[in-house]
């Protein structure tokens, strides 16, 4: 069992993690530890998952490299991240799950995956 994913920021971007992963995915901003909190970045938790955003510099975005998130309503996710201008790239080729791939505003990719309930 995995605790946490960390993906990479830029110095300063909090608020538009907060934005995108937060207001967007509807996950919930978790407070570091006070140890920690001086280091920048954000931390989220919801739908099964704990992300961290770390200040890295220089900073360069994971392109390939990328966390697979099981989300319960793939559709609707897609559709909120389409209205807000991020491109959503449908892949057919993991047996067993519908997905989608997409990339945060600091250009880290996700994967988003449901598990396809044969009937």
């Known amino acids: 069992m995995i605790h946490h994913a960390q993906l990479a920021c830029p110095a300063g971007s909090e608020a538009v993690s907060i934005a995108f992963y937060g207001d967007l995915l509807g996950l919930a901003v978790v407070p570091k530890p006070p ?19 770390g200040v890295e510099t220089p900073f360069t975005p994971a392109r390939k490299a990328h966390p697979g998130l ?3 309503d ?6 909120r991240l389409s209205a807000a201008g991020h491109q959503v790239t449908w892949s057919d080729e993991l047996p067993g ?18 598990p396809v309930v044969a009937l």
Do not use: S
């Open 70 to 72: 099981l989300w319960p």
């Open 74 to 79: 793939l559709p609707a996710l897609a559709a």
């Open 97 to 114: 799950y519908r997905r989608f791939h997409t990339f945060d505003p600091h250009g880290n990719r996700l994967e988003f995956l449901q």
């Open 35 to 53: 140890a920690l909190a001086g280091r920048g970045g954000c931390w989220f938790r919801g739908h099964g998952i704990e992300l961290h955003l």
